[in-house]
């Protein structure tokens, strides 16, 4: 994907939150946060549990306003949802009282001006994509979850929107149907004609290697490091995966979320000498 | 702007009922009235004041209560200065505070007669409820026979056979006893079934792993396994008891709260018929609010759905 | 022969015993026997609505023979209809005013059944009057309020107060102030109706999963979006498993205003009219009508609720 160099697709400038009494005793809080998204650009949040990567993408998403600091979408002040940004949490959200083309639809209709017919069509040719074709009339319960999320994606990018916002999507989906989705998204995002700009939320390093152009390593609702992931996209699994390269910028990855200091060196080499 | 709005929000109750004073400030001076009389309600007044200068923290007080200092101001505005035909319909609420206050003696046996009956009429329905309901889980022929019949009969409103029970039974105690219990007998029968059905397989192999005798098997484990269920089955049968009750007591009783409320109704003193739901309001409201507790302080193994 | 399905607590089971599976039919046609040809110890009406009756028993019990729970069941039945028929009219010398015979009762049916059909009507209607536009305001309002905090927080506690009071104990009081008894009634029902499902409604929308909330507040769905396409569909499920709590209360109350009020047809009418003229085989004739008419509605209102609730 090309990136442009010019002004930043979203601002997150010196942003602190945190939830409200009543809803968040053990949820995170993030403080002084700052960082950029290049249009077209691929970020992964990546981080261990309550490190505010979740928070931070439903401040992006417009759920949450921030206490102090701003968020910009090209350049706009934001807080609140808006056309601009689809959303895909890690519970597929599906509304479970439509059949699986009347959710995708209901996305499609909020954020264009389509008429029925066109929505219909767009909605199906989604759901193909996604590899759901002939489940169209099917309730939420009556799918597997994995095909519950691949429903929600497809509703994602059946909207068209210049941002996804993406929490988890693939943490609550079983390995095998993980590396399908997630080969999916990539050859979806590559092949895309205008460029979407993506932040995506999770803790699995391979995940964030395989897909982002840069990973945001976020620690005590920081961010504490900033990667570029060296991969040229089309990007293909097989080679990357094998690649010295990888196994280098992995370890770095690693490292940074498991600092081990003193005794704990002893795992650490352990470990280290397995990977 | 929002903050005056705040401000106005906080203020309405107090307002309300300085209005409420003025009001029965300019009866008084009417004369329609005099001090004793319009005591009771006056204390009224002056307990919500207290309880809303109290409680002043939580945001709703000030809504709730300007609500019921609303309801009171039109309510007595209504029935005093209005004069309409059918005013003995209507009675100003110092009228039915005064009339309770007065008959405060009755009231209170009323509300043991009733409470006696209905506490009875439950005891009965659980003891025969859980005892079927304990057999039908041993065998399960005897529960697909009695599971389909006691769905018909729980669907059939007791007060049905009300009048022939009335005539049947030898006195209206018994056959109103008999109402309630046999209107919760049904519900009480269906629910403990259930919650018997639904108990963990493996929660029943371990006990039956230690060997217990079946007088220790029921009392030990399968009834305090009931309990929430039953606790559950209570509180939503609770509302229903009480209708039962009360209609039960309108049938021809002569005691108890439903009976305060006809037999005055048939006098027509509405001031005390009136008086006399809110005795019954009040009664309910304490009733699930101590169940409530009760709830929490027996229950506290289970989760907040009531099950294990 | 087929065999019981475990029982949920363990191996307690009766002596077995080999029933054929015509067992309730044959009692079906001893019990018609002894109806007709047992002589009748004391005045009674003609057996045959009797015997037609018992050969329809014994015509379910033909086809559900398979059925063990349905064999059982219909074997109680003709069991207590023959401990009524030779309680009543063989072995008792004369009619106790308060114990009519089977075939007294059957009789109302036939002679009577033009009143009888109307009172059904009016009950009906009463009732479909009261319920419908208590269910409707209940359910529109309570999503509304459930949504708003604000309103919840001042509302719910007044809410709970008033919700357990049976509006039973205003009968006598609306039947005096409301106009006609058809009002009286619908107000009834209304009120009876209405805070149960009110009261369950605002439960369902506060309890909404937050994810579905989060989902839709990401799609940018404006008020009337959220009032009937996200938060009407997910509470309907809630609202009509009350129904059937709630139709119940609604016969209850129903039925009891016509006992006490100034009605002058109606189910309960009948049923209370006729023991005050100690007419006491309609009284039980009525019984079993609106014993009968009440399990129709609900079997009506479960098909209902399957029907509209597919997606849980």
């Known amino acids: 994907m090309n990136v442009s160099s010019v002004k930043s697709k979203i601002e997150v400038d010196d942003?602190?939150?945190?939830?409200?009494?009543?809803?968040?005793?053990?949820?995170?809080?993030l403080e002084h946060l700052s960082f950029d998204v290049r249009e077209g650009e691929f970020v992964s949040l990546i981080g261990g549990s309550g490190c505010g990567k979740s928070t931070t993408l439903s401040l992006l998403a417009g759920l949450n306003r921030a206490d102090q600091g701003q968020v910009r979408i090209d350049g706009l002040e934001t807080h609140a949802p808006g056309k601009n940004r689809g959303v895909v949490f890690q519970h597929y959200a599906l509304f479970p009282w439509m059949r699986v083309r009347k959710n995708v639809e209901f996305g499609i209709r909020q954020v264009s001006e389509a008429n029925k017919k066109d929505i219909r069509e767009k909605a199906e040719r989604y759901l193909k994509l996604v590899g759901l074709e002939g489940s169209e009339n099917l309730y939420p319960y009556q799918l597997s979850?994995?095909?519950?999320?691949?429903?929600?994606?497809?509703?994602?990018?059946?909207?068209?929107?210049?941002?996804?916002?993406?929490?988890?999507?693939?943490?609550?989906?079983?390995?095998?149907?993980?590396?399908?989705?997630?080969?999916?998204?990539?050859?979806?995002?590559?092949?895309?004609?205008?460029?979407?700009?993506?932040?995506?939320?999770?803790?699995?390093?391979?995940?964030?290697?395989?897909?982002?152009?840069?990973?945001?390593?976020?620690?005590?609702?920081?961010?504490?490091?900033t990667l570029e992931v060296p991969f040229e996209?089309?990007?293909?699994?097989?080679?990357?995966?094998?690649?010295r390269q990888y196994q280098e910028f992995r370890r770095r990855l690693f490292n940074l979320f498991y600092d081990f200091e003193g005794e704990e060196s002893e795992i650490a080499k352990g470990i280290e000498y397995i990977i | 702007m929002r903050r005056a709005l705040n401000i106005l929000y906080k203020l309405l109750p107090h307002a309300l009922f300085l209005a409420l004073m003025g009001m029965m400030g300019v009866i008084l001076q009417r004369g329609d009235r005099d001090?004793?009389?319009?005591?009771?309600?006056?204390?009224?007044?002056?307990?919500?004041?207290?309880?809303?200068?109290?409680?002043?923290?939580?945001?709703?007080?000030?809504?709730?209560?300007?609500?019921?200092?609303?309801?009171?101001?039109?309510?007595?505005?209504?029935?005093?200065?209005?004069?309409?035909?059918?005013?003995?319909?209507?009675?100003p609420p110092d009228k039915v505070v005064a009339v309770l206050v007065k008959d405060i003696r009755l009231i209170l046996h009323s509300i043991l007669a009733s409470f006696w009956l209905l506490l009875l009429g439950f005891a009965l329905a659980v003891v025969l409820g859980v005892a079927l309901a304990l057999l039908c889980g041993?065998?399960?022929?005897?529960?697909?026979?009695?599971?389909?019949?006691?769905?018909?009969?729980?669907?059939?409103?007791?007060?049905?056979?009300?009048?022939?029970?009335?005539?049947?039974?030898?006195?209206?105690?018994?056959?109103?006893?008999?109402?309630?219990?046999?209107?919760?007998?049904?519900?009480?029968?269906?629910?403990?079934?259930?919650?018997?059905?639904?108990?963990?397989?493996?929660?029943?192999?371990?006990?039956?792993?230690?060997?217990?005798?079946?007088?220790?098997?029921?009392?030990?484990?399968?009834?305090?396994?009931?309990?929430?269920?039953?606790?559950?089955?209570?509180?939503?049968?609770i509302s229903s008891a009480f209708m039962l009750l009360i209609g039960a007591e309108l049938m021809g009783m002569t005691s108890g709260v439903g009976w305060y409320v006809k037999y005055n109704s048939d006098f027509s003193n509405y001031t005390k018929v009136i008086a006399g739901f809110i005795v019954i309001g009040v009664l309910v409201s304490l009733v699930n609010a101590g169940l409530d507790l009760l709830k929490r302080r027996l229950l506290m193994w289970t989760n907040m759905e009531g099950r294990a | 022969m087929n065999v019981s399905a475990k029982s949920a607590l363990g191996e307690l089971r009766a002596p077995r015993v080999q029933w054929s599976a015509f067992v309730p039919v044959l009692l079906c046609a001893l019990l018609a026997a002894v109806a007709q040809w047992v002589p009748d110890g004391v005045e009674n009406e003609s057996h045959a609505p009797f015997i037609a009756l018992l050969a329809l028993l014994g015509?379910?019990?033909?086809?559900?023979?398979?059925?063990q729970s349905a064999r059982d069941i219909l074997t109680l039945v003709v069991v207590l209809l023959g401990a009524w028929e030779i309680a009543t009219a063989k072995a008792a010398t004369s009619v106790h005013f308060l114990f009519p015979t089977p075939e007294m009762v059957l009789h109302v049916y036939l002679t009577d059944y033009a009143q009888i059909g109307k009172n059904i009507a009016t009950t009906s209607l009463f009732l479909l009057c009261g319920f419908i536009s208590g269910v409707a305001a209940a359910t529109l309002l309570g999503i509304i309020v459930g949504w708003s905090v604000r309103a919840k927080k001042i509302l719910l506690p007044i809410v709970k107060v008033l919700t357990p009071i049976p509006p039973l104990i205003y009968t006598p009081y609306l039947i005096v102030l409301m106009p006609s008894f058809f009002w009286a009634s619908v107000a009834i029902i209304f009120l009876s109706v209405f805070w149960g499902i009110f009261l369950s409604m605002i439960f369902a929308v506060s309890g909404m999963d937050q994810k579905l909330i989060d989902m839709a507040t990401t799609l940018n769905v404006n008020r009337a979006q959220l009032y009937f396409h996200i938060l009407l569909p997910y509470c309907l499920p809630h609202a009509m498993d009350r129904l059937q709590q709630a139709i119940t209360a609604a016969f209850m109350v129903l039925f009891n205003a016509e006992?006490?009020?100034?009605?002058?047809?109606?189910?309960?009418?009948?049923?209370?009219?006729?023991?005050?003229?100690?007419?006491?085989?309609?009284?039980?004739?009525?019984?079993?009508?609106?014993?009968?008419?009440?399990?129709?509605?609900k079997s009506i209102l479960r098909r209902a609720r399957s029907a509209v609730v597919r997606w849980r």
Request: glycine fraction near 4%.
């Open chain 1, 145 to 225: 979850g994995g095909m519950q999320q691949r429903v929600s994606i497809a509703r994602l990018l059946s909207m068209e929107t210049e941002i996804l916002l993406m929490d988890e999507p693939f943490g609550a989906i079983d390995a095998k149907n993980r590396v399908v989705l997630q080969d999916l998204l990539l050859a979806l995002l590559e092949r895309s004609a205008k460029r979407r700009t993506v932040v995506f939320v999770t803790h699995d390093i391979d995940e964030a290697i395989l897909l982002s152009d840069r990973i945001l390593f976020m620690k005590d609702a920081r961010i504490a490091e």
């Open chain 1, 15 to 29: 942003v602190s939150f945190r939830y409200p009494a009543t809803e968040g005793a053990g949820k995170s809080q």
């Open chain 2, 138 to 237: 041993y065998n399960r022929r005897l529960q697909n026979l009695v599971v389909p019949i006691a769905d018909v009969f729980s669907a059939i409103p007791a007060l049905v056979y009300a009048p022939y029970a009335v005539a049947v039974f030898p006195s209206f105690w018994l056959a109103a006893l008999f109402v309630i219990a046999s209107g919760l007998f049904w519900p009480i029968l269906i629910n403990t079934i259930q919650s018997i059905n639904s108990i963990d397989r493996t929660l029943l192999d371990s006990a039956r792993a230690l060997d217990l005798n079946r007088r220790d098997m029921i009392l030990r484990i399968l009834l305090p396994y009931c309990t929430p269920g039953l606790f559950n089955t209570f509180t939503m049968q």
């Open chain 3, 259 to 297: 006992m006490i009020g100034n009605a002058f047809s109606g189910v309960g009418w009948y049923i209370a009219w006729n023991a005050r003229f100690a007419d006491y085989t309609k009284v039980v004739a009525g019984i079993f009508i609106a014993g009968v008419f009440v399990v129709l509605l």
């Open chain 2, 35 to 91: 001090w004793a009389a319009l005591r009771p309600m006056l204390a009224l007044a002056v307990l919500m004041e207290a309880i809303v200068l109290l409680r002043a923290k939580r945001w709703e007080t000030a809504g709730i209560f300007s609500i019921l200092f609303g309801v009171l101001i039109l309510w007595q505005a209504y029935a005093s200065f209005m004069n309409t035909s059918v005013s003995f319909l209507f009675p």
């Open chain 3, 59 to 67: 015509a379910i019990g033909v086809i559900e023979r398979r059925k």
């Open chain 1, 233 to 243: 996209h089309p990007r293909n699994r097989e080679e990357i995966v094998t690649s």
